[in-house]
């Protein structure tokens, strides 16, 4: 395998690959290094599908606990990312599973509480989002996963399709008709 | 444009898809400049497009605490099983992890200019305490390749004994990658 | 497991709880030049790990002495010591230090005899 790039910087930055093959190994400060490249976009995922800060917290210190347990298991280095996704989506889903079952409509309602009784501030900061947070609260679980991963963290269908266990197919039609339910609750905002 | 059955999104009254409007979001045509449907869509679709593109960009942080509990949590799952014996005068004896091996002979390799060390498996030899064989992957530059692989070796033997204290009975590297320049 | 202390004052007995012959162990260790800290890898996970209601898992009584293990009784003493060396210096030596440090440190403190002291590296900083 050849492949072309200039040397990096600093020494210490170095690709995904190299970090992986060492994390296998059990090079703890290499996979320190993967967790800080993307427990931010995990965590911003997990938000979003939970609502909640303190859960989105917990489903990313679980997943980068089993992911590093699982590494052996792990066929290419470079399926690294798309693993964490699909874990990450997984236990989103499962939470929402284990919430109350009207979970999907009552996610715009709930509250989540910090240890002093105190409402979390708002999953989003800034007005803006605030509207599309709460369209997002909206739809299902599947059909917010779905959008999530294709249209804010830009996941190719096939990989969302088999995050969720489904076609690429069913995974565009369930974007479509994300896209039109919030784009009907966009309109009080034209 | 024909309505693309697959996507399944919703139908406007004039017979338009909601997906059709969004593909063509930046164009327009002869029925979307009369059909109020589509335009009151399009005005919508573009608001949402807006705001996707500011939570797209938006770097919301977990709390700093988060980083540490995972390595906590991954420090902890070390094997017991993955210790090499150390020679040692004291009773009760001393190990080390195979893994604080290969960290150690991981960056002894990557001081060599050019190379990046990869995965490095480090294996006790059952009949000779002290010793280890080392297989190590590495990636190499062109411009440094000449040479590096005897550098590399001086190096892990020199780390093996000079930082940790055991004897490398056998190293095995395989090049698996070489970059410019 | 409670230790007992030999005593020369008759009709006198004292005893010492293991943890504290740890917390001895663990002073003595971090204080061996070339070790960067105990690491609860292996032993000395005090209290168990439980789940919260949140499903983190979690410490329950994080005492200062993870990373270390006694066992044995008064005609020995074992001690198992975790830790995370410092790249600066030759892992092995670290581990000898550690191990005659702790030795010296648990028997002035207490009399006891310390039959062995095992130190196990789970990890080498090599940044410092």
Do not use: K
Request: net charge negative.
């Amino acid at each position: 395998m050849i492949t072309t790039e200039a040397d990096p910087v600093g020494e210490d930055v170095l690709d995904d690959a190299t970090l992986v093959a060492r994390a296998r190994d059990g090079d703890v400060p290499a996979y320190e290094q993967l967790v800080l490249r993307y427990q931010g976009q995990m965590f911003r995922l997990a938000m979003r599908m939970l609502a909640s800060r303190g859960d989105a917290e917990d489903v990313v210190q679980d997943v980068f606990l089993i992911v590093w347990r699982r590494l052996g298991q792990l066929q290419e280095d470079a399926a690294f990312v798309g693993w964490l996704y699909r874990m990450t989506t997984n236990r989103c889903l499962n939470v929402l599973r284990a919430r109350r079952p009207m979970a999907d409509v009552d996610l715009a309602e709930q509250v989540s509480s910090t240890p002093a009784g105190q409402p979390d501030r708002a999953a989003e900061v800034g007005a803006q989002l605030t509207a599309l947070t709460a369209a997002l609260a909206q739809l299902t679980a599947e059909q917010r996963a779905c959008w999530l991963l294709r249209e804010v963290h830009g996941r190719s269908y096939e990989e969302i399709a088999a995050a969720l266990d489904t076609t690429s197919t069913a995974v565009r039609g369930r974007i479509a008709r994300a896209r039109a339910q919030l784009a009907e609750m966009m309109a009080p905002w034209r | 444009m024909a309505v693309n059955q697959t996507t399944e999104g919703y139908e406007l009254p004039c017979g338009r898809d909601v997906e059709t409007v969004w593909a063509r979001l930046d164009e327009t045509d002869a029925h979307q400049r009369d059909c109020p449907h589509c335009t009151a869509a399009r005005q919508s679709l573009l608001v949402l497009r807006s705001l996707t593109e500011v939570m797209t960009a938006d770097e919301s942080a977990p709390s700093p605490g988060l980083t540490g509990r995972i390595m906590s949590a991954v420090r902890a799952e070390v094997r017991r099983g993955d210790l090499v014996e150390l020679p040692s005068a004291e009773p009760g004896g001393a190990r080390i992890s195979e893994a604080a091996i290969a960290a150690v002979l991981r960056f002894a390799a990557d001081q060599v200019p050019g190379v990046r060390a990869r995965r490095c498996r480090i294996h006790a030899i059952e009949d000779d305490p002290g010793a280890i064989e080392v297989r190590m992957t590495i990636a190499v530059s062109y411009r440094h390749f000449a040479g590096a692989l005897d550098r590399i070796r001086e190096r892990i033997e020199a780390a093996a004994t000079g930082r940790i204290g055991v004897r490398l009975a056998r190293l095995d590297l395989t090049v698996d990658d070489v970059y410019q320049p | 497991m409670t230790v007992e202390l030999t005593s020369d004052v008759p009709g006198c007995e004292a005893h010492v709880a293991s943890q504290v012959i740890a917390a001895i162990a663990v002073r003595a260790a971090t204080g061996t030049s070339g070790v960067i800290r105990l690491e609860p890898g292996l032993v000395g996970l005090v209290g168990s790990l439980v789940r919260t209601a949140r499903g983190q898992l979690t410490r329950v009584d994080p005492a200062p002495t993870d990373g270390v293990r006694v066992t044995g009784d008064q005609n020995g003493l074992r001690i198992e010591v975790d830790l995370v060396t410092s790249g600066q210096d030759q892992v092995a030596a670290v581990a000898g230090r550690v191990q005659r440090a702790v030795a010296r440190s648990v028997h002035d403190a207490t009399g006891l005899p310390v039959a062995e002291v095992t130190v196990s590296v789970l990890d080498v900083e090599l940044s410092r």
